[in-house]
C-alpha cells in the first residue's frame, strides 16, 4: 500500500497558476504510474493526468497545453503544475497511485490508493 499526501491548494484568480505535490510513502514508488484526478460538487471524479514510471504522460482534453504533470522519483513526489487556470478547474484535486506502471490508464478503479485531496478554487 502506499500513502499519499497532497499539498499546494488554495484560491486563485482566473488566469493564475497554482502547483500540486502529492508526496508518496509505501511501496515502490518509482515503479508505480501516479495520476491526478479532480471532482467538482455535485459530478463525478474525472482524469485530469496521468505520469508512467518512465515519465510517459497522458491528459485530459480540458487541460492539455494548461497543466503538466511531473515526478521526482528522489523526491518520492508527483507534482502537477496548473497554468492559465479557469473557474471550471474548481475542483477537489486527489493523487492516485497505479501498481501498473505504465498505459494510459484513465479510469478510478484502475488505481489503489489515494490521497485525501486538496481543494483547488479558481475566482472568475
Known amino acids: 500500500q502506499v500513502q499519499l499526501v497532497e499539498s499546494g491548494g488554495g484560491l486563485v484568480q482566473a488566469g493564475g497558476s497554482l502547483r500540486l505535490s502529492c508526496a508518496a510513502s509505501g511501496r515502490t514508488f518509482s515503479s508505480s504510474a501516479m495520476a491526478w484526478f479532480r471532482q467538482a460538487p455535485g459530478k463525478e471524479r474525472e482524469f485530469v493526468a496521468r505520469i508512467n514510471w518512465n515519465g510517459g504522460s497522458t491528459y485530459a482534453d480540458s487541460v492539455k497545453g494548461r497543466f503538466t504533470i511531473s515526478r521526482d522519483n528522489a523526491r518520492n513526489t508527483v507534482y502537477l503544475q496548473m497554468k492559465s487556470l479557469k473557474p471550471e478547474d474548481t475542483a477537489v484535486y486527489y493523487c492516485?497511485?497505479?501498481?501498473?506502471?505504465?498505459?494510459?490508464?484513465?479510469?478510478?478503479?484502475?488505481?489503489?490508493?489515494w490521497g485525501q485531496g486538496t481543494q483547488v478554487t479558481v475566482s472568475s
Open positions: 492516485a497511485a497505479d501498481t501498473t506502471g505504465w498505459g494510459t490508464r484513465t479510469s478510478t478503479y484502475m488505481y489503489q490508493d
